[in-house]
């Protein structure tokens, strides 16, 4: 799992991602907004975003991630307490919002929450096919279909971003760590994916990368 994280106090900041990290997550750390929005792919299964940020405060980097992955869970992290900033908050779209000071145990246990409740989805490929976001398994009606681990981490990023074009680099970044591999290892995985869903559903995009559509 992947966190982006943005908080101006270093120590919190620091104190956050050492503590995710711990729990087994990747976490993409910024105390500026704005650098966030420049360097940031926004690919990412949760953002924790501090209201009171330099560049680009956490509303702006919101509307930002909706722009572009409308499916990242997101979380303020927030000295406010005032109505009006909550009511702003879960108007532009945030899942949940956790005031400070807060304990780091509670922010784990509302992180969870957030990712169960989305990664439960189960993604309808075909009529009787689908993908089990929680499990990252592909199933046809009730019976698991064989895939290898690389093959289910490049279908569970193809449907966090379906219907757009993921492109070769990008999953050499999520699936791979971003180390080089070459187009053809990537075809010959798409191959053995293709057993189960059609090239019309899993396209390929010449030159560019790959779509799932739904």
Same mark, same amino acid.
């Given at each position: 799992?992947?966190?982006?994280?943005? &908080?101006?106090?270093?120590?919190?900041?620091?104190?956050?991602?050492?503590?995710?990290?711990?729990?087994?997550?990747?976490?993409?750390?910024?105390?500026?907004?704005?650098?966030?929005?420049?360097?940031?792919?926004?690919?990412?299964?949760?953002?924790?975003?501090?209201?009171?940020?330099?560049?680009?405060?956490?509303?702006? +980097?919101?509307?930002?991630?909706? #722009?572009?992955?409308?499916?990242?869970?997101?979380?303020?992290?927030?000295?406010?307490?005032?109505?009006?900033?909550?009511?702003?908050?879960?108007?532009?779209?945030?899942?949940?919002?956790?005031?400070?000071?807060?304990?780091?145990?509670?922010?784990?246990? #509302?992180?969870?929450?957030?990712?169960?409740?989305?990664? @439960?989805?189960?993604?309808?490929?075909?009529?009787?096919?689908?993908?089990?976001?929680?499990?990252? =398994?592909?199933?046809?009606? @009730?019976?698991? %279909?064989? %895939?290898?681990?690389? =093959?289910?981490?490049?279908?569970? +990023? %193809? !449907? =966090?971003?379906?219907?757009?074009?993921?492109?070769?680099?990008?999953?050499?970044? &999520?699936?791979? @760590?971003?180390?080089?591999?070459?187009?053809?290892?990537?075809?010959?995985?798409?191959?053995?994916?293709?057993?189960?869903?059609?090239?019309?559903? !899993?396209? @390929?995009?010449?030159?560019?990368?790959?779509?799932?559509?739904?």
């Amino acid at each position: 799992m992947k966190a982006i994280l943005l &908080e101006d106090e270093y120590l919190l900041n620091n104190n956050i991602k050492e503590f995710l990290e711990l729990k087994g997550m990747c976490v993409e750390s910024y105390t500026n907004g704005e650098v966030l929005l420049k360097k940031s792919s926004l690919k990412a299964d949760i953002a924790i975003l501090d209201i009171e940020a330099p560049g680009a405060n956490g509303y702006e +980097v919101l509307e930002w991630i909706k #722009r572009i992955n409308d499916d990242i869970e997101t979380l303020f992290i927030t000295a406010y307490t005032d109505i009006e900033s909550i009511e702003r908050a879960y108007t532009l779209g945030c899942s949940d919002y956790l005031k400070k000071p807060f304990d780091l145990i509670e922010l784990w246990l #509302r992180i969870e929450h957030l990712l169960h409740s989305d990664n @439960s989805k189960k993604i309808n490929l075909t009529e009787d096919i689908f993908f089990d976001m929680s499990e990252e =398994q592909l199933y046809k009606n @009730s019976t698991l %279909l064989k %895939l290898t681990k690389i =093959q289910r981490d490049i279908l569970k +990023v %193809l !449907l =966090q971003h379906k219907n757009t074009v993921v492109s070769y680099e990008t999953l050499m970044s &999520e699936v791979w @760590s971003d180390n080089f591999v070459k187009v053809n290892t990537i075809a010959s995985h798409i191959k053995g994916i293709r057993k189960y869903i059609s090239s019309d559903t !899993l396209e @390929s995009i010449r030159a560019e990368g790959y779509r799932i559509n739904i």
